[in-house]
């Protein structure tokens, strides 16, 4: 297919040091040497933005030489790639480069004088790898003869709800990034935006969650109505298993945006949860791709799935740190306005439920949460309920789930899933599937997940190639 417009975004692998982030800007320039205008969306350096949110933490609980040693570290990483890249000292990029860490450092500062640290200002603090990381590209393209303007993602018309840490874009964003970025192109210039992040419409700095670069990148697709998004990654593309815990994980060839979701949701690192909604509402392709590997095709992400025979499971996946919040009280629970209530109080609290289920005796309600929510699970069921219901945490717990648009209506899937765990002596604590048919997900213990992941992924065959139907 002839391109016209790409919108490409390379993770934090990609850009973690000069080398890498040259290797990246030369995939950008393939297709712009071959025609195709490219808005390349960049991530933090690997490590950075974890670097960044532990710094804040330490500023905050007053160790302010702690916060100061690791912006020293990551302004030298900063400058080294720079130079590497061909940046003069006096230059442009390492005055952009050297005024950021000093807006930083003072961000920091505010941070200890104040012993507080708010989403807002945690998300001001957070962005600053993107920020950097954009300059380099922007070098690094120059580099290759390309011209080159690197943006915030404000500045590239990201505009948010205030939603801090978690941020979604308003209605008017496309519009503005159509205003903002078509120009450049238009010019001949290669925009280079810095991902993860937006605005709110006063202008404070807001990120879209962990991983949010990819979102920055479908977000932009959609704007410009772009022919395909490309997510540059240091794997194949999305994987039947996470490759660190799997080692006979095999790339899928093609996903549906229903599958991908329900991957993420339930894991799978390799994309931001949302990233396929914009391009869903306009039906853009996303291809997941090994900057390692380009001539090889990925992931195809687009709306029909693709099932192959004797595949109906594409996928397992894993949620790590969960509590499941057991709320029991016979008879009370039998009443629906209690059920609700607690529904209510979670939803009010806008805490996430992974999983939920209620026993036939009406006695027993059970809630899987993420663990670093289950404090305020607890605070927001007893603040609700009556002394009549006992209310628990169990820590300790995974998420496992299968995924595939292929379970549809098959026979025998949870019964393999149930059989391969049982096998490797798993227990399971609680069962699920979802009304979509596209995942059945199970909670059991932590300890167990990897090797349970490992038996499942082994029950459907998932590292053995299969004819591919309709
Ligand atoms: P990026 O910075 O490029 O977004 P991430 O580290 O966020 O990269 O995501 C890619 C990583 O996701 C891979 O290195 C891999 O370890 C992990 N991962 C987890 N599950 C999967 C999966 N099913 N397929 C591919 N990668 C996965
Ligand atoms: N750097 C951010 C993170 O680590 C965003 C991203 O990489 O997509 O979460
Ligand atoms: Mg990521």
Redesign the pocket.
Known sequence: MAYSLLVMKF??TNMQDAQAIRHSAGLAARSIGAGVKVVVVV??MAG???QLLRLADAAQSGDIAAANDEIAAMRTRHFTAAQDLGAAPDSETVREIRELHETLRQAIYGVYLLRELTPRSRDLI?AF??RLSAPLMTLALEGQGLRAHHLTGGQAGITTDAHFGNARPLPGTYERIRDRLGGLLGAGVTPVVA??MGETEEGALT?L????????ATIIGKALGADEVWAWKDVDGVMSADPRVVKDARNIEVLSYGEVMELAYFGAKVL?PLAVTPLRESGIPLRVKSAADPDFPGTLVQEAAHNEVGHPVKAVTAIRRVSLINVTGAGVLGVPEVVASLFDAIARENITLLMVSQSSSMSNVSLAVQSADAGRTLAALRRTVTGELNIEEQPGVAVLAIVGAGMRGQKGVAARLFGALAQDDVNILMISQGSSELNISVAIEDAQVESATRAVHAAFHLGEPAAAAD
């Open positions: 993770g934090g991530s933090a950075v933005t974890n957070v790898g993107e991902g993860f990120t969650g962990r991983g949010g670069t990819d979102f920055s931001h």
